[in-house]
């Protein structure tokens, strides 16, 4: 009988010890995240700055008055406004597949 006691004893330990070890590595991996958490959060944030910022500089490039600039310029003086006739009308949903790139672009 004393054996037997002995040995529920360690299994109770045993079992205790494991619950105790799964508890702490628990708190380890929260408090990890803990500290991840801020580094992440900054990456987020610089990420949506330069975002903004890239979304400024493209509305800046595709502003009319700055458009006309560059037209005035020498190296862009050869483009010219294309007649009525050549523009191309696509109606939506219609897909052109281009032989030299093998791709095929959709509207």
Avoid: W
């Avoid at 054996?3 to 702490?24: D, Q, S």
């Avoid at 944030?45 to 890239?54: F, G, M």
């Avoid at 800046?60 to 005035?72: C, G, K």
């Avoid at 020498?74 to 006739?85: A, C, D, G, Q, W």
């Amino acid at each position: 009988m004393n054996k037997n006691v002995i040995f529920k004893i360690l299994i109770c330990l045993f079992t205790f010890g494991i619950c105790l070890y799964l508890y702490i590595a628990k708190q380890n991996e929260l408090t990890f995240l803990k500290i991840e958490i801020p580094k992440i959060a900054k990456q987020i944030q610089t990420l949506d700055e330069e975002i903004q910022k890239i979304q400024y500089e493209v509305e800046v490039f595709e502003n009319p008055a700055y458009l006309m600039q560059l037209i005035r310029k020498p190296e862009f003086s050869h483009l010219k406004h294309p007649f009525v006739e050549d523009v191309l009308m696509v109606p939506q949903g219609f897909a052109i597949f281009d032989e030299k790139t093998k791709v095929i672009y959709t509207q």
